[in-house]
């Protein structure tokens, strides 16, 4: 399909409710009510500080399953604009470099992109700090969704994830970016893996936030 006739089925729609819309990629109403978080929050280990953009509920959760699973690669430039707010107002600074929660091999060639990647990519063009592929993914494991008890999801991703490029890595404050954070279990065996190969320190960053409350501003 050519870029021209491709243009005549395109249709702009909301990225959280699929309302078409004449311009821009979020509808009024969703831009009022989106459940926006309003600050930064513990609860992943090995990281300073987390800044999520919103909750992980009814319309943001449809949204990324769209994204996820149905192609919509498109969302990640609004996502990462949203991010981005997110970080000017909760942590605007403290980082040097992005670095992104990989998939496995297995899944990016089933889905055919990493979403937590273009997620990093596109907030790397908004601030304008460099993103980098810290961390690959040596075994395919079950999704953490499918797997019941924090224990269990932390035994999950033990050993899960390794560090590349650890020269580059050695002494750098890396903000690490994904799409949802849940029990915090994947954000924190990542965060451990980059301190243990020699990160200074380690933030996180995600579109969205499951369950809990944050801290309030600070
Ligand atoms: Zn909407």
């Given at each position: 399909m050519t870029g021209h006739i491709r243009d005549l089925f395109f249709i702009p729609k909301c990225v959280f409710c699929q309302r078409i819309l004449d311009?821009?990629?979020?509808?009024e109403e969703c831009e009022r009510s989106l459940p926006r978080m309003n600050g930064s929050f513990r609860g992943v280990e090995f990281a300073e500080k987390c800044v999520a953009a919103l909750r992980y509920e009814g319309k943001v959760k449809e949204s990324l399953i769209r994204y996820k699973f149905?192609?919509?690669?498109?969302?990640s430039a609004e996502y990462a604009a949203l991010i981005n707010d997110a970080l000017t107002k909760y942590l605007p600074s403290g980082w040097d470099e992005i670095t992104f929660v990989p998939i496995s091999l297995f899944r990016r060639f089933k889905r055919r992109y990493d979403q937590a990647e273009l997620l990093a990519l596109e907030l790397s063009r908004l601030c304008g700090k460099r993103a980098v592929r810290y961390l690959v993914k040596r075994r395919h494991t079950p999704k953490q969704s499918q797997i019941r008890g924090a224990a269990a999801k932390r035994a999950n991703v033990t050993g899960a994830y390794r560090a590349v490029r650890k020269g580059e890595l050695r002494g750098k404050r890396i903000l690490l970016v994904d799409d949802i954070i849940t029990t915090g279990a994947t954000a924190s065996e990542c965060a451990r893996t980059l301190l243990m190969a020699g990160a200074e320190r380690v933030y996180c960053a995600a579109l969205a936030k499951a369950g809990g409350k944050e801290e309030g501003k600070s």
């Open positions: 311009s821009g990629c979020i509808c149905m192609g919509r690669q498109s969302y």
